[in-house]
């Protein structure tokens, strides 16, 4: 639905969720933008394509700016920034304007969209020890920590 949304046809490549099969227990795992309060990919980015849309907090890249370097990808601690196929240019999260399609779609009701002043730091930081567990058993491997 993402891509759907975005890009006009349904293609994973082109979403902004990716989805991560995890092969230990059969669970995917989604990996989204987490609109960090203090954004590295916007930090590494050296053509000021990342900003922080200060209305619904999330990051957006502007693709006129972005050349497609993946220098965000790289500095993101889960990778969430990815390149669009077709255009060449970072793509991430930007939270549908406040209004997530993919929690309104999703048919199991899995996806929740809490606001950053509602969800508070404890709850940021227990969701990213979780991934970061789920990531270590998908990837086999350590993961480092991740702090915000």
Known sequence: MC???????SNPAKSRIRIIPAELNSTNVPVVCLQCEKPVCKDVCQFDAIQKDL???????????????????????ISAPTINPDRHVAINCD??????????????????????????????????????????????????????
């Open 55 to 77: 209305e619904n907090g999330a990051m957006s890249i502007s693709e006129v700016k972005c050349v497609g370097c993946r220098m965000c990808t790289y500095a993101c601690p």
């Open 95 to 148: 939270l549908c304007n406040g209004d997530p399609k993919c929690v309104k779609l999703c048919p199991t009701e899995a996806l929740e969209y809490v606001r950053e002043d509602v969800a508070g730091l404890a709850q940021k930081r227990a969701g990213i020890e979780k991934l970061s567990e789920v990531l270590r058993a998908v990837k086999g491997e350590l993961v480092s920590k991740v702090v915000i």
């Open 3 to 9: 891509s759907l949304g975005h890009e006009g046809s």
